[in-house]
């Protein structure tokens, strides 16, 4: 299984040496292990979350050597101004983006206000949109780099119950791949990931017990049962390290199975 948290190499060559990396929603969840894993890998991370105490300690916890906190709602544009001058001024220039905030609603689309579906546009698309308007200038000027979009499952399929959030999903796809094809020939390669269930705050509120979700999880998750956030992580690493120097555009599901099909038994 993998370890809850990503420890520092103490030698040898990270997959992201060199790299300055901001992260958008890393005080927790997905975006925390990315930014914990980016670091360990060598890369400069600068996290960035709306949670500024839980922001602030964790960016503490990995050292200031490696990490800076920075206060960023994704909706605000003067919010991304402010943040990728911080990050410069304590980094230099900037060369990956991980698109990660993003919130969730349960509502069947009938029920749900329409202050509501726009909030969750404002967030999950509209802050995504705006982290890549932001940030490709920058990046390109400083040689090229990667983008990673949060989509979900939920960005290829449909799903009862949370209408707004996927529909900004499949948003989410279709600016990665427009923003692939644009950004390509200035050394930006930006590709998506798609996770089913994941165990964090999002799909796991607090006072839910881990043993309801694995239940659930164990029907409808062939791999049977939810991901962790470190294993998003690791995908989100290698769609940012060379390792992946040739994809760009793409999906990428990490959903246990869940969406190869349904079982009978
Ligand atoms: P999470 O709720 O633990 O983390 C989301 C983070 O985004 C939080 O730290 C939150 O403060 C931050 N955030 C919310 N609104 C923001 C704003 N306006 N500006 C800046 N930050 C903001 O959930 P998570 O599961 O870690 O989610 C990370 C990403 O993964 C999200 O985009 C989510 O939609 C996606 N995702 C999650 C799952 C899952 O099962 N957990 C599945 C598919 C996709």
Excluded at 155 to 175: D, E, F, Q, R
Excluded at 198 to 217: H, K
Aim: aromatic share 6%; proline share 3%.
């Amino acid at each position: 299984m993998w370890l809850r948290t990503f420890k520092a190499r103490e030698y040898g060559m990270g997959k992201l040496d060199g790299r300055v990396v901001v992260v958008t929603g890393a005080a927790r969840g997905q975006g925390e292990q990315e930014a914990r894993l980016f670091a360990a890998e060598g890369a400069k991370v600068v996290l960035t979350d709306v949670l500024d105490e839980q922001g602030e300690a964790l960016a503490k916890e990995i050292g200031e050597d490696r990490a800076r906190y920075v206060h960023l709602d994704v909706t605000s544009e003067a919010d991304w101004t402010e943040a990728v001058a911080a990050a410069k001024d304590a980094f230099g220039p900037v060369t990956g983006l991980v698109n990660n905030a993003g919130i969730l609603r349960f509502n069947e689309l009938v029920s749900t206000p329409l202050a509501e579906f726009q909030a969750i546009v404002q967030v999950n698309q509209v802050g995504c949109f705006l982290g890549i308007r932001t940030l490709a200038p920058e990046i390109e000027a400083a040689g090229g780099g990667t983008i990673v979009n949060t989509a979900s499952y939920t960005a290829l399929t449909g799903m009862a119950g949370v209408g707004a959030y996927a529909a900004t999903k499949h948003a989410v796809l279709g600016l990665t791949r427009v923003a692939a094809v644009e950004l390509a020939a200035k050394g930006i390669r930006v590709n998506a990931v798609c996770p089913g269930a994941v165990d964090t705050p999002m799909s796991r509120p607090e006072g839910v017990e881990r043993s309801a979700v694995d239940e659930l999880y164990r029907k409808l998750v062939p791999l049977g049962r939810v991901g962790e956030p470190e294993e998003v992580a690791a995908l989100a690493l290698f769609l940012s390290c060379d390792d992946s120097s040739y994809i760009t555009g793409q999906p990428f599901v990490i959903d246990g199975g869940w969406l190869a099909g349904v079982s009978l038994f």
